[in-house]
């Protein structure tokens, strides 16, 4: 259940991710669906991580001379993790719900005051919830586990925008 | 937004430099005291503390212009083009030690001396995407049609019975008239969505996207006040700003005309914390080194209400001026932007009832 928690909340992280390096590269007015595909690009950018921390975790386990130990440890850890990670989501999840509301001041405030600095602190929550899941672990394996995944999480946002601003140049030099 | 042809060229920018650099060096001594004794920053008063951040952040001083103000120039009369000397431009900034934007046009391929206009256009361009995705944020079309609602509204109720002419003044992309053509039935009203701006890049850019989604509207390389451009109603976003002292009331001047019927000029509310605000949103939403440089600069530069109110009066007497939409609802809290807006005054009556408080400032 918590390794599940993790997983949707790094999907979570990763379609927010494809958003947000995709905004400013659309001119158009009708852009819901670039912004769709944005999001499902950074889903799958987090599929791709979550898949590759999977394996690395299954052969980690598969590996280790206590594999119930390290499955208990890794699973504490990830618990730990969800102190940090789920009330982090939970405010960004409540920002988004609020600009439902239809007033241009309340959804132009959620930005300035909440989502943008959210945005602005996500490596700083990703690397404080990693540091406290793995802050306690038992096992060595258990920290190269966090770290490595902590890596990769922090690398998707990167890939995505260097992505997308290699698509947003072509189609500029194709204009001018 | 692009009004470079509009505005004084480098010459008279350099003018006005200089006018202010006297006045510079005796506040430079005050402030390499302060800077010299860190401590002192946190018993300062708040007029030496934004002197302060002056020194500390150079690229926040108001008295520089933006690097977009520079790095494209038209010739006044023609609107060609003019060619841009690189090392002219550094020079500009050197002078306020301001190493972000010495930064920024570093980075801008030269040929000879002269910055390559292929690479500026591309840079505007990816600029005005960049800034389009801040529109969005923050609905500024939302905002815009409903002034435009309740002023079409007033016009037709006054006996307007024509065709409206709206037209944004230095629309660069065109976001805000393709947003109006898209979201709003004011084409089926009769009126008419324009845009004009005198970067001839950004407007085949806005004619591309209209013409990309059949948007009713269109966009024009030109002068805005011109006899074949005018309009009934001005609108602009974060132009105003660019237009320093008397320039600023020469712009507005340009409104006087009899078929101007009102005009909304919507630009970055100046208070306390808007460049810290602004430093820190485009740090975040932002990608490329020019709009982080004039987004913040933007707004150390903006007009306060005062300025533009005065301005508005002198220029255009005959229209009834004010500013809309300074605070948040009832409270003392400060919109990020606020619009100076002129209209006739047979239109005001009924534009206080539709609008109330929001025209609270509006004699």
Known sequence: ?????????????????????????????????????????????????????????????????????????LVESARRMLFVFLPYAALVLANIAL????????????????????????????ITGVVAGIWRAQLHQTVFLGLFVLTLMLSVEFALNSYCNRLQQRQIRSLV | MNLRGAQPTVCFLRLTLEQNSARGSALNFLLAVVVSRPALRF???????????????????????????????????????LPVNKPEILKIFERFQNKKALRAIERIPAKEGFLDPAAVDRLMLTVHWEMQRLAEEFYHGHRVLKLLRATIAAMRSSGHTGPIRIVDVGCGIGYTIRWLAARSMLHK?????????????????????????????????????????????????????HFRGDSLIAFLRQHGN??????VHYDFQ???????????FHVIRMRT????????????????????????????????????GAKIWNTPAPRVFHALVGFRPALVPQLKQSLGRMLGELP
């Open chain 1, 99 to 126: 600009r439902i509301v239809p007033s241009t001041d309340l959804r132009s405030a959620t930005s300035v005051f909440f989502l943008g600095p959210l945005t602005g602190i996500r490596p700083l929550v990703m």
């Open chain 2, 43 to 81: 018993v300062l008063p708040a007029r030496a503390q934004f002197l302060y951040s002056q020194l500390v952040f150079p690229s926040w001083n108001p008295a520089q212009p933006e690097i977009s103000d520079l790095v494209v120039q038209h010739d006044p009369k023609t609107l060609q083009r």
């Open chain 2, 270 to 280: 100046p208070w306390a914390l808007a460049p810290f605000g602004s430093w820190f």
């Open chain 2, 289 to 324: 080194a020019l709009a982080r440089h004039d987004g913040v600069l933007s707004t150390a530069r903006a007009h306060n209400a005062h300025t533009l109110v005065s301005a508005a009066r002198a220029a255009v007497p005959e229209l009834t001026t004010g500013i809309y």
């Open chain 2, 189 to 241: 009203e009769d009126v008419e969505l324009t845009g004009v701006d005198l970067n001839s890049t950004l407007v085949n850019e806005a004619n591309r996207l209209a013409t990309q989604e059949a948007l009713p509207c269109r966009f024009f390389h030109g002068n805005a006040f011109s006899a074949d451009l005018r309009g009934h109603i001005y609108i602009s976003t974060g132009v105003l700003h």
């Open chain 2, 258 to 263: 009899e078929t101007t019927q009102a005009f």
């Open chain 1, 1 to 73: 259940m918590t390794l599940l928690l993790l997983f949707l909340l790094a999907s979570l992280d990763g379609a927010l991710c494809g958003c947000r390096t995709s905004m400013g590269r659309c001119p158009l007015i009708h852009n819901r669906k670039y912004y769709v595909m944005g999001v499902l690009r950074g889903v799958f950018a987090a599929q791709i991580v979550s898949g590759f921390s999977l394996i690395c975790l299954l052969l980690v386990v598969a590996f280790s001379r206590n594999p119930q130990l390290l499955r208990a440890d």
